[in-house]
T-cell receptor, first 117, second 112 residues
Framework: AQSVAQPEDQVNVAEGNPLTVKCTYS??????LFWYVQYPNRGLQFLLK??????LVKGSYGFEAEFNKSQTSFHLKKPSALVSDSALYFC???????????????FGAGTQVVVTP | DAGVIQSPRHEVTEMGQEVTLRCKPI?????LFWYRQTMMRGLELLIY????????DSGMPEDRFSAKMPNASFSTLKIQPSEPRDSAVYFC??????????FGEGSRLTVL
């Protein structure tokens, strides 16, 4: 079964510093990986995804993620964090079943990011 | 497009009462998902539909929970009778053919 792990409950970073949110995955076959962000009292919003191709994926709001097959990781990064990036971040992996299950994502526990001025 | 629309945004009810949550997916999306989010258990998939047909309901906690999708533009999640442990934020999401999920703003349920 597919799964992802987010080892950090919370990440604290000062505004302007680089931000990294960690995610490792466990899948059989090729992974389809996603990052979502949740702001307070809102639904989850799509940031980026890795399906195949370039290991560095660029997404919304200046975020990018690096797929590393040897380390089974898909860490989310931003070169310079903003206070407005403070939110809950979820890593997710797609179910590898038939096409009608492709939206079925297995989410990690989430990592709270706190960016201080 | 207005995105995934959920109602009500907030619901406070007493134990034993019936609760109905509603969802309108994005037009053209053929898959719909109901998730529940709590501090203790995180984000859990309850059930999902493809072309209005329930595909996997293994995440539905028990018989008190039921979900329907009578047409491509509407789904309901019903809890009857409700219990305090059902208190959570319930999200509806729909997906496009690439599998990208679009979430609604959620329905926050409090059962007293």
């Amino acid at each position: 079964a597919q799964s992802v792990a987010q080892p950090e409950d919370q990440v604290n970073v000062a505004e302007g510093n680089p931000l990294t949110v960690k995610c490792t995955y466990s899948v059989s076959g090729n992974p389809y990986l996603f990052w979502y962000v949740q702001y307070p009292n809102r639904g989850l919003q799509f940031l980026l995804k890795y399906i195949t191709g370039d290991n560095l994926v660029k997404g919304s709001y200046g975020f990018e993620a690096e797929f590393n097959k040897s380390q089974t990781s898909f860490h989310l990064k931003k070169p310079s964090a903003l206070v407005s990036d403070s939110a809950l971040y979820f890593c997710a992996v797609r179910d590898m079943g038939p096409p009608d299950s492709w939206g079925k994502l297995q989410f990690g526990a989430g990592t709270q990011v706190v960016v201080t001025p | 497009d207005a995105g995934v629309i959920q109602s009500p945004r907030h619901e406070v009810t007493e134990m034993g009462q019936e609760v109905t949550l509603r969802c309108k997916p994005i037009s053209g999306h053929n898959s719909l998902f109901w998730y529940r989010q709590t501090m203790m258990r995180g984000l859990e998939l309850l059930i999902y539909f493809n072309n209005n047909v329930p595909i996997d309901d293994s995440g539905m906690p028990e018989d008190r929970f039921s979900a329907k999708m009578p047409n491509a533009s509407f789904s309901t999640l019903k809890i009857q009778p409700s219990e305090p442990r059902d208190s959570a934020v319930y999200f509806c999401a729909s997906s496009d053919p690439t599998g990208e999920l679009f979430f609604g703003e959620g329905s926050r349920l409090t059962v007293l």
